[in-house]
């Protein structure tokens, strides 16, 4: 128990009485670059506050959230979802914003529980943009002009109060960060059953609970709902309804499991040197990969791996992607959306051509034909399976057909040694899991993407435990701000980051790739910069092909103890929760499956140092030997004055200690170099070791700001409006860019004031309330929930006992999975949660009085 005293002492001071211990107290951080808007609700609603009418000055790259009304009023008494408190009038904000080409404002609108206004975004010297709920966001982009300060304005149009966010450099969308708490999908009207009948056909088809079934694959059966148990209003078969007819498909005598049908979707964000884009794919240095392919010049060749995604661009002669179409296998491949074995690509009208698996299969095995992108594995086959269609969206049952498809392949052996799955945000299907188990049983390695939604809750397939899962990293080996982590994340690699430039090149961390687009419905091929973990997991798979080729008889267990021995990554045989055994090193990787390398080369692993006072402030780095050559007389060259290097007094291997030195730095001004090592092979010079090392000195942590936070102790069970309700509540302003949070014991007496505890169950969560409608954790506001935002727990409270030191991480982004089962969903109707509010609140932290009704 942690007890708060004060401290003893003699001499003229007086003494000042020690505090009585607190039942609950804590600090909560704040998510970078976070800012408030200088005028919302959490100040207008103190008595005597008028808007702003100064220009709020913004920093280089933020996420701000901000309250806007067109008039004042109150909100409805009727609502669910309102508290009958007054609003106040405040139709614009302005800022102050710094831009330069190519740089992009976004102003994402959420409305409030009252309408749905139409705000706009309007920019210096430009027309007006509009983003609404249901129109979606207003994107500006500066496309030319001085790199200097613009006036941005958002204006409400309407009446009605509305929350939003504006952001700079900051990506949206399933590929980056999202603000609206999660809602996960499934198609209504069908069922992926297992049958226990010894004649699976037969009794797929006497099945009286479907009107028709599909058949998947090892004993699995797409079933479809029969139009007589739809019960609800609405036409067609609806979620509610769906979900029913599961349940009783699971209680029907001969069914072994039901699930629905799931939603799942992907998951984006000589050698490859001499390839034209060569110079903007940092994300192959970043790997270790030019060492790689000096250690495996084949390739990858004769190792075919699949690719599980949206398929792949094919031009009007039949082709595929110039980059690509060489690799292709032609058989097999297999289209599972539209059945067919031509599995392209057609475009989408959802979102953009992306072409998403074109990408992904660029990435793995393009080519090296001196016209545009090589791949990781630039010898290997590509098997193209198509389980994604419009939207970059597919079903669980297409995907577990697939690979039932690629396990039973030909002659007994599968169609593909290594299986990329860049998709992901499904729940753990046990018929998912039969399916990919097999396939390790038959020797293949399958790779996933483990999410965009910056979150640790357990996504499939890539939390399976035969299977990879890979997180993403920006340029600087940092974990990119919306990849998901956990104990179940394996190992990382690049999927970048376009709100950074982690390497310092002037550009946005994005992965280059082969892409296309559609110009009169016809498909051109063409390359472009993606992000998400979806870019990071075929840089994996890609390794494992070329990891393949010099071990014929790699499986999965073979590549688990060489990753966790340290031998594929950076990471030195330690895990943590955020890069999984570390980030990925191609050339450590192909050494440990292979021996009698034709050349010796000296090797730097991490391949990249990245320093700063916010991560790491001192890094070791491995010099380690690869082949079968004698590396001796190693030398530093020239180094940043910025950082100090010592170590490898002897030949290698051996480890460089290198050390940022902060004084020597400019704040918030990056700076990049190299660490240049001399040495010599067999008596002979050697081309020399270039490590680029990048530091930064950051002061932006003291500058964070989420807006006034409501500490809440809440029920654990909501009310009957899907609100829970708080029992105690404490309210902070940010201080040095963090919230310091404590709660009292009761004392017993009546009332009961808002800070004091009483012992019980309850869930710890903060937030902002910036439209003043009573209640916080609404899209667009700022949310923090313990231990995780998203995997809340219950905290329990007991008498005489005292917990301190909590800490929770405050922020606008929510964790998203981008489709999963309604059945398991884990906020089903959530609203958000309801202060406390008498008809004046105060309290020590806040002595001054909210308006109300």
């Keep these: ?96 914003v710094p831009l330069a080409a190519g740089e992009t404002l976004v102003l994402e609108s959420f409305g409030s529980c009252l309408a749905d206004p139409e705000l706009e975004l309007v920019v210096e010297g430009a027309g007006p943009l509009s983003a609404s709920v249901n129109g979606g966001p207003a994107r500006y982009t500066l496309t030319a002009g001085d790199s200097t300060e613009y006036l941005v304005t958002v204006r409400n149009t309407g009446n009605a109060p ?9 990506a949206f969308g399933a590929e980056g960060m999202a603000f609206n708490w999660p809602r996960y999908r499934f198609i209504e009207g069908e069922a992926v059953v297992a049958l226990a009948d010894d004649d699976p056909v037969r009794a797929a088809m006497a099945t009286p609970a479907a009107e028709k079934a599909r058949g998947l694959g090892a004993g699995k059966w797409l079933m479809t709902m029969p139009g007589n148990r739809v019960r609800s209003s609405q036409a067609g078969p609806v979620a509610e309804d769906t979900l029913n007819w599961i349940r009783e498909l699971r209680a029907t005598p001969g069914v072994l499991s039901a699930t629905p049908n799931y939603v799942v979707s992907s998951q984006q964000t000589g050698t490859p040197v001499s390839e034209p884009l060569y110079t903007r794919q940092w994300h192959y240095d970043l790997i270790n990969g030019p060492a790689a392919w000096q250690l495996a010049p084949g390739g990858g060749t004769g190792v075919n791996v699949a690719v599980l995604d949206s398929g792949l661009l094919r031009l009007p002669s039949g082709a595929w992607h110039p980059d690509l179409d060489s690799n292709v296998q032609s058989r097999p491949a297999y289209d599972f959306v539209d059945d067919d074995t031509i599995p392209a690509d057609p475009g989408s009208s959802v979102g953009g051509d992306v072409f998403h698996g074109t990408h992904v299969a660029g990435t793995i095995a393009a080519v090296v034909n001196d016209a545009g992108s090589g791949g990781v594995a630039y010898g290997a086959g590509l098997v193209p399976v198509r389980v994604l269609g419009e939207g970059g969206t597919g079903s669980s049952a297409d995907l577990i057909a697939a690979i039932n498809w690629l396990v039973a392949g030909s002659g007994g052996q599968p169609y593909a040694d290594v299986v990329n799955m860049s998709l992901g945000g499904l729940p753990r299907i046990q018929d998912l899991e039969d399916a990919i188990a097999k396939g390790v049983g038959k020797g293949m390695v399958f790779v996933a993407a483990a999410g965009n939604a910056a979150t640790s809750t357990l996504s499939y397939p890539a939390a399976s435990p035969n299977v990879l899962a890979v997180s993403a990293v920006d340029g600087g080996g940092q974990l990119a701000g919306y990849s998901n982590f956990g104990s179940w994340i394996d190992l990382a690699a690049p999927g970048g980051d376009a709100s950074r430039d982690g390497n310092l090149d002037g550009a946005g961390d994005v992965v280059w790739s082969t892409s296309g687009e559609r110009d009169g419905g016809v498909s051109i091929a063409g390359y472009r910069g993606l992000q998400g973990t979806s870019m990071a997991s075929p840089h994996v798979a890609g390794v494992l092909a070329l990891m393949k080729a010099r071990d014929p008889a790699m499986n999965y267990d073979k590549v688990r103890v060489w990753l966790q021995g340290g031998q594929m990554t950076d990471g030195q045989a330690r895990r943590n929760d955020t890069l999984g055994w570390g980030v990925l090193d191609a050339a450590r990787a192909v050494s440990a499956a292979g021996t009698g390398f034709a050349d010796t080369i000296l090797s730097a692993s991490p391949a990249l140092v990245s320093l700063s006072n916010e991560g790491e402030q001192s890094v070791s780095v ?20 910025w950082i100090d290097v010592t170590g490898c007094q002897s030949a290698p291997p051996c480890a460089l200690q290198v050390t940022l030195l902060k004084d020597q730095l400019t704040p918030d001004e990056p700076a990049r170099g190299s660490i240049v090592v001399n040495y010599q092979v067999d008596g002979a010079s050697a081309d020399p070791l270039s490590i680029p090392v990048i530091g930064q000195l950051v002061s932006d942590e003291q500058a964070r700001n989420a807006g006034r936070h409501f500490v809440l102790l809440v029920n654990t069970e909501p009310d009957e409006n899907d609100l829970y309700m708080a029992e105690s509540q404490v309210t902070l302003d940010a201080e040095n860019g963090v919230y310091s949070f404590r709660f009292e014991n009761d004392d017993g007496e009546e009332p009961q004031q808002l800070r004091e505890v009483r012992p019980g169950d309850y869930y710890l969560v903060a937030g902002s309330d910036l439209d003043g409608d009573g209640i916080i954790c609404q899209p667009g506001e700022a949310c923090a929930e313990y231990p995780i935002t998203g995997l809340r727990e219950v905290i329990t409270i007991e008498e005489g006992q005292s917990l301190s030191d909590i800490r929770l991480t405050t922020g606008f982004s929510r964790p998203t999975i981008s489709a999963a089962s309604p059945d398991i969903l884990p906020r089903p109707g959530f609203q958000g949660y309801q202060l406390r509010a008498p008809e004046t609140q105060t309290g020590p932290a806040d002595n001054r009085t909210r308006m109300t009704q």
Excluded at 162 to 170: D, P
């Design 1 to 96: 128990m942690a007890v708060l005293a004060g401290c003893g002492g003699g001499g003229s001071g007086s003494s000042v009485p020690a505090l009585p211990p607190s039942p609950l107290s804590g600090v909560i951080s704040i998510e970078a670059n976070s800012r408030v808007d200088q005028d919302t609700m959490d100040q207008l609603g103190l008595e005597g506050a008028q808007a702003a009418t100064g220009i709020q000055a913004l920093p280089a790259s933020f996420v701000l959230a901000g309250y806007v009304s067109g008039a004042a009023g109150t909100y409805p008494s009727a609502s669910a979802q309102c508290q009958p408190f007054a609003y106040a009038e405040d139709a614009v904000d302005e800022y102050s």
């Design 162 to 170: 509305a929350r939003y966010i504006l952001a700079k450099s900051v």
């Design 622 to 641: 491995e010099l380690s030997v690869f082949g079968d050559g004698n590396v001796y007389s190693l030398s530093l060259g020239d180094m940043p004055a």
